[in-house]
């Protein structure tokens, strides 16, 4: 492991930045009105110095009204999922660690189609139930995941699997005795879809990452020994079971915000955390921001290919990241890098 | 449900043919029929000299998927897989005889109340075959599933698929489902009828230009449809166009692209108009939603959820977006109605103004000459109520 300082990390994640800098300017452009980058970039510098307010033209209401707030959400997901999936690994050292795996989503995917049922008008019951779901399907696993009083990580796996199916089972009931057309939408919701931006779906949303992922980045050093093992962490004096709880509850509420907003995206918090591996190798006090970054910007190209591949329509952003993860999962199993 | 079934190609081929030269198609769907009840007629005519009876107890029709069916001639047991065609039976008067409906089947109300067989995608095949059906209708684009009907076929029960792509399909099927169930007469009585009001409807909307509409099958995501839906069709029949143009039957649409496009109104189809007037609220609310003009103008017309059946009933949501959109082509008819009205109620107040019901005081604004954005467009029974 290189020794971490400041000034790497830092220039770690400008890089990063730069990119998903990059890639928001190229999802910006997409779109059925053409816009110009000179454009572009003179829109979003007045809208930044707060200056475009006063007579805003087509293009600019378009880019500011649909196209910007589509990539916000998608940097919330990303960078959502991927810092879950990252910490879930961590727990269970054991590469599947994953929101999708654990059930989580599933529970959270429940939790949010239960408060559709409930209440249909309510983004914020939706997020409450979402969560609600994800940190009790996440309990759950945790505590159906011990044996002998020690989380075992086949044990937590298999707890996952089966509670992911039997929630993609209650999933499935709802549906069915509830499809009618007013619940059309919800299936192509809970494939992972980013078109419908909730207003609420801001601000204080990226206040609940930050926190979470700060939560998450305080056991970073921790999570780092916990990698070779449990009991060796243990015996360096790392409190197993405080980390372990800390990194599930804020992995259970970055799910849960991740589902609530955008439905189950799949593929991204496996993958991004493995392929940031590769890269800035696996010291979790790089490894958390870097996949937060890689996550955003995953899911930036993704929805900005998945709104570009069959314009006018559009596709759910799960199935392009389904599509474009499959191969580059297969990639890494062929290499041996998992 | 989209996903659903039967060859594409061979619905979209057919549904060239009945826009191209419908009564052509028409008479030559009828004609299998007509030839197996000549077929029929016959030895129904000798069963009467020969001892045993049955020899003529079936005829052989070809349905509207293309598959060969035998269908007792004498049907008096009839399970539906599909609101539209319980809806359809009703309409034919033969409810009697509906043995089974599925969950969905809610209209008309007393429908709820027959035997259910399931869901139309899963209805229980056993429930079907428990209630000894002589005839199962299904409907085979875009509603039940050729594994459902092919299962029945195995158990010899006889499956006649319906299939609407267009209005005058939906009409043509209706036609022959009665032929098939003794309803005949029944049946060009209800043709006959709503060709005569799509005849009297095209006569009012002859040569006014075609409002661009966008039909809103879902808004989360939004979802609206594709050229060769029976939709589409009806929608152009009430003097509309979709405004964005799209093969795929039930599309997800970029919301940017109905801010490009800028329809003149929206379209949603409803049986409580409550919800609707919720949603449109809602999107006025909405980023991105905003942007569209005519939900800036409330330019919106909510019709009946009937549009969404290929049934008899499609003719009276036709009829009601037609108002909608071309008020001042049915203001002679409602002119008359007006003045009774103006000569009752005091010109001041106009009194109450109930959804559904003509706004008769809007008579007196001047009536929109273009399909220009601004201006006191009708869509407006629905706005002025929201």
């Known amino acids: ?338 | 449900m989209h996903r659903v079934l039967c060859s594409v190609l061979r619905a979209r081929a057919a549904s060239r043919g009945a826009r191209a030269a419908g009564f052509a198609v028409a008479l030559a769907a009828a004609a299998p029929l007509a030839r197996a009840q000549e077929a029929a007629q016959p030895k129904t005519g000798q069963s009467a000299v020969a001892p045993a009876a049955t020899v003529a107890a079936f005829r052989e029709v070809t349905d509207e998927a293309g598959r060969a069916v035998r269908v007792p001639m004498e049907v008096k047991r009839i399970v539906s897989l599909a609101p539209n065609l319980t809806e359809t039976i009703y309409a034919l008067g033969a409810h009697e005889r509906l043995a089974g409906v599925t969950d969905y089947c809610d209209y008309p109300a007393e429908a709820q109340g027959k035997p259910k067989v399931g869901g139309a995608v899963n209805p229980s095949i056993e429930q079907i075959v428990a209630l000894k059906p002589d005839l199962v209708l299904a409907q085979a684009h875009g509603m039940n599933r050729p594994e459902t009907v092919e299962a029945l076929e195995r158990l010899g029960i006889a499956v006649y698929a319906a299939q609407s792509r267009t209005v005058d399909g939906m009409i043509e099927s209706t036609r022959r489902i009665a032929g098939l169930i003794g309803a005949g007469e029944s049946g060009e009585r209800t043709a006959g009828d709503l060709r005569a009001r799509l005849g009297e409807l095209q006569r009012r909307l002859g040569g006014r230009e075609r409002r661009r509409v966008l039909f809103i099958v879902w808004h989360e995501p939004l979802i609206t449809i594709g050229r060769t839906t029976f939709i589409a069709d009806a929608l152009r029949l009430a003097g509309a166009e979709p405004a964005v143009d799209l093969e795929p039957d039930w599309p997800r649409l970029n919301l940017e692209e109905v801010v490009r496009a800028q329809p003149e109104y929206l379209v949603f189809a409803s049986s409580h108009s409550e919800a609707i007037r919720g949603t449109f609220e809602e999107l006025r609310e909405r980023p991105g939603w905003r942007l569209v003009e005519a939900v800036k103008e409330r330019r919106v017309a909510v019709i009946s959820d009937a549009v969404n059946r290929p049934a008899p009933r499609l003719v009276e949501a036709i009829e009601q977006l037609a108002r909608e959109l071309h008020p001042e082509a049915f203001e002679d008819s409602e002119k008359r109605k007006a003045k009774i009205e103006k000569s009752a109620v005091p010109r001041a107040s106009p009194g109450p103004l109930a959804m559904g019901s003509f706004p008769f005081f809007l008579l007196s604004w001047p009536a929109p000459r273009t399909a220009s954005v601004s201006g006191p467009v009708r869509g407006l029974v629905e706005a002025a109520a929201l």
């Open chain 1, 1 to 338: 492991m290189k020794p971490l300082t400041p000034k790497r990390l830092a220039r770690t994640c400008a890089v990063l930045s730069l990119l998903l800098f990059g890639a928001m300017v190229l999802s910006l452009r997409l779109g059925a009105v053409p816009v110009s980058f000179a454009d572009l970039t003179v829109g979003l510098g007045k809208s930044l110095v707060g200056a475009g307010d006063q007579a805003p033209s087509d293009y600019r209401m378009i880019i500011r009204e649909i196209r910007l707030p589509r990539v916000l959400l998608g940097i919330l997901v990303g960078a959502s999922l991927s810092v879950a999936g990252a910490a879930f690994q961590a727990l269970m050292r054991n590469p599947l660690g994953d929101p999708y795996v654990l059930g989580i989503s599933s529970g959270a995917a429940v939790g949010a189609l239960l408060s559709l049922i409930a209440y249909p008008d309510s983004s914020v019951a939706t997020l409450l139930l979402a969560f609600v779901g994800a940190g009790a399907t996440g309990a759950g696993v945790y505590f159906l995941g011990r044996r002998g009083g020690q989380l075992d990580s086949y044990t937590l796996v298999l707890a996952g699997i089966i509670c992911a199916s039997f929630l993609s089972a209650v999933v499935i009931f709802l549906m069915s005795t509830l499809s009618g057309p007013g619940f059309r939408g919800v299936a192509f919701w809970l494939m992972g879809d980013l078109s419908t931006p909730r207003p609420v779906a801001h601000g204080w949303f990226f206040l609940i990452l930050g926190a979470a992922v700060a939560a998450i980045y305080t056991t970073a050093a921790d999570l780092n020994l916990m990698l070779n093992g449990e009991q060796e962490a243990l015996h360096l004096g790392v409190d197993v079971t405080r980390v372990k709880l800390v990194v599930y509850i804020s992995a259970a509420l970055l799910t849960g915000l991740a589902v609530s907003v955008a439905g189950a995206v799949g593929y991204v918090g496996i993958l991004v955390p493995h392929i940031m591996r590769q890269f800035y190798g696996s010291d979790y006090r790089v490894l958390l921001p870097v996949t937060a970054l890689g996550g955003a910007i995953a899911i930036v190209l993704a929805d900005a290919v998945a709104r570009s591949i069959v314009a006018p329509m559009e596709l759910p952003v799960g199935a392009i990241t389904a599509a474009a993860g499959a191969p580059v999962f297969l990639y890494l199993l062929r290499r041996r890098l998992l």
